[in-house]
Structure formats: structure tokens, C-alpha cells
């Protein structure tokens, strides 16, 4: 009968073998942030184009340029419904591309956008998403300085799909990122998880549940701004594909360590859990789009909760769990009913093309 110890050193095992691409085709798991997504980037993209830039796969490149130090990253959406409860796919993805930048401690400045339209669709559902970006472009004080436009044939595309790239400046001081997490840090969340996953799942009409729930995305750049100021942040990441325990599982194996999370502690709002329940998701692979991690030094959590909540898109920020240092590279979910498990990546996601 195999212990503990022995299953987590069977999985330590396969991680040393490193990534490797079995399929022969591109699957829906590929895209959706989990085992299948790694590998894909490790074994494809991170093979062929390997750099110190890329090399962190982070929310957003660190490019020195001169005497400055810039930030870019760049995303495509191609979420379905393109309008839903709290946004649509113009001001997810203006507000994606902040986000990005913002958790590796830039101040977002220019966007650019892609626009691939179906041939059919309607210039009036274009407007409204036009409008939607300008408005949450104005919000996060960004600005949208180039793009493109390409039209692909009736039935070769979903309407529209977007790819945006940003740039930000960095400030003076350390960089941040996941592998400088030590034992003894926080792990913090900057509000309840899940919202955006969930409701893009209701909108689609697909499910006989209703829930009185909107997308939480919004630009959290000021947000951000705000924690970089508390001593001892070594690291954001923005919770979308994949969910919290995504990024967990990434602060893990990048710092060498164990992350332990208090289940009782992570805030969930009732609506999200009970569709989660029905639905037999977990929320902490549940996509957000307004929601971030954030790995502190325990000294200064308390800080940090304080000043996260003292802004309203922080107000129910939390420390929901800590850094370990055995068993490195895994996450573990100390549970409500009293036990503990090993929360992994999963390799592909029940919620596709929330995005």
C-alpha cells in the first residue's frame, strides 16, 4: 500500500523527466492553463525560443531598454458569450493585459489590439465592444495607440476574437516573481475567487442553474500599486485560466517549496460555491479576471491584508494559507472537513474559453 511519501515522490519523479509532447494534435486542454498547457509551452514554444526574457514565463517579459526597464505581454481572448454578465471581450481584454503587467510590478502605459472578425458579424455588436474597451482603457489609464484588423470567412471563426499587447514601465527597486517565495511567507488573494469562471459558464445557457452573478473583471493596476509599497512582496500573479491553485502550483515549483492552503480560509462567495458544488468543480481552479496572489513575507501580512482593503476591489482580501519548505514543489489543501490533499495542476479545465 503506497504511503504518502511514496506518492509524493512518484510525482517529484515524473516532474525531473521534464515536458513532453505526446499528442500529435492541438486538444481543448491546451489552452486551458493547466498539465497539457505547460507542456505545450515547455516542450514547443519554450524549446524553440528559449531566452532569459522568456525563460521566467511570467505574466509579462522584463526588458531593460536603455537606461529604462519595461514590462510587455500580450493575450488573446476568445471568450464565448462575447457579452456577459459584468463585461464582454472588450474591457476582459483591455483589462487581461493590465492586469498582466501590474502583477509584475509595472505601470501599464500603451496597448495595441488585434481585431479577427467573422465575416457576418454585426458592426453594431463591433461598436459596443469598441466602446467597452475605450471606457475600460480610460479607467486603467492606458492607451491604445496601434492595432490591426483581419476578416476570416463565414464560419471559419466565433464572431471576434482579440490579441492585445501592453507595455509598462518598471520603478526602481527589486524585481518580483515566484521563485523568490520562502518559507514563512503568506499567500494572500485580493478577494473571492471564481466569479468571472462561473458566470461565463451561466451566460452560456448551456446549465439549468441561476445565480445572481457577474464577472469580477477589472484593471487592478492601482490595486497593485498600492501592495507594492508594503515591505517583503515578492511576488503577483493575476488568477486567470487555471484559478488560484494554478499559480500556487507555479510559486512551488519556481521557489523549490510547498505551499499550504487553509481551504476554510479562501474566500468564495455562497453563488460560486453552490454552482461549483452542482457543477463538481473545485473554485480554486476557477478562472478570475479581477482577482490576484500575492506571496508576502509573513512579518508584513497583516500590512498587507490593511492596505489591500482599503481599496474597494480589495475589500475582502485574505491570507488563505503559507509557505513550507517540505514536500518542495507541491500544494497542499488543508481541507473543511479536517484532512489534506495534494491540489496538482489539472490537465485540461471544465470551464474552456473563459477568456
Known amino acids: 500500500m503506497r504511503t504518502e511519501r511514496d506518492v509524493l515522490e512518484r510525482i517529484e519523479r515524473a ?89 509584475a510590478g509595472a505601470s501599464p502605459a500603451y496597448l495595441s489590439c488585434g481585431f479577427i472578425l467573422e465575416e457576418g458579424f454585426e458592426v453594431s455588436d463591433l461598436r459596443r465592444i469598441v466602446e467597452s474597451m475605450t471606457r475600460a482603457a480610460k479607467r486603467a489609464g492606458v492607451t491604445l495607440v496601434t492595432g490591426d484588423t483581419k476578416v476570416v470567412g463565414k464560419g471559419s471563426g466565433d464572431g471576434c476574437y482579440l490579441n492585445t499587447t501592453g ?4 520603478p526602481d527597486g527589486p524585481e518580483l516573481g515566484v521563485h523568490k517565495a520562502r518559507p514563512g511567507d503568506a499567500v494572500l488573494v485580493s478577494g473571492p475567487i471564481g466569479e468571472h469562471g462561473v458566470t461565463i459558464m451561466l451566460a452560456r445557457g448551456e446549465l439549468d442553474i441561476e445565480a445572481e452573478l457577474e464577472s469580477d473583471t477589472a484593471a487592478l493596476n492601482g490595486l497593485c500599486a498600492r501592495l507594492r509599497a508594503v515591505p517583503g512582496l515578492r511576488a503577483m500573479r493575476d488568477a486567470t485560466r487555471g484559478g488560484v491553485a494554478t499559480v500556487l502550483n507555479e510559486v512551488a515549483r519556481a521557489a523549490d517549496v510547498s505551499v499550504v492552503v487553509e481551504e476554510n480560509q479562501v474566500p468564495v462567495r455562497d453563488e460560486v460555491r453552490g454552482a461549483c458544488e452542482l457543477l463538481g468543480i473545485d473554485p480554486l481552479y476557477v478562472a478570475c479576471e479581477g482577482r490576484f496572489v500575492a506571496i508576502v513575507d509573513g512579518a508584513h501580512a497583516e500590512q498587507a491584508v490593511e492596505t489591500l482593503r482599503a481599496d474597494p476591489l480589495g475589500e475582502q482580501a485574505a491570507v488563505i494559507g503559507t509557505v513550507g519548505e517540505d514536500p518542495p514543489g507541491t500544494v497542499l489543501l488543508n481541507t473543511t472537513f479536517g484532512g489534506t490533499r495534494i491540489a496538482d495542476l489539472l490537465v485540461g479545465d471544465p470551464l474552456p474559453r473563459i477568456c
Not at 507595455?167 to 518598471?170: E, H, P
Open 167 to 170: 507595455i509598462g514601465t518598471l
Open 15 to 103: 516532474r525531473r523527466r521534464g515536458p513532453k509532447l505526446r499528442e500529435n494534435r492541438i486538444t481543448a486542454a491546451h489552452g486551458a492553463g493547466g498539465k497539457a498547457t505547460q507542456t505545450l509551452i515547455e516542450a514547443v514554444f519554450l524549446d524553440a525560443f528559449r531566452n532569459e526574457s522568456l525563460e521566467p514565463l511570467g505574466d509579462a517579459a522584463l526588458l531593460p531598454l536603455g537606461t529604462e526597464r519595461l514590462a510587455m505581454t500580450t493575450d488573446s481572448f476568445v471568450v464565448s458569450p462575447l457579452f456577459f454578465p459584468g463585461g464582454d471581450i472588450g474591457d476582459l481584454a483591455v483589462n487581461g493585459t493590465v492586469n498582466d503587467l501590474a502583477v
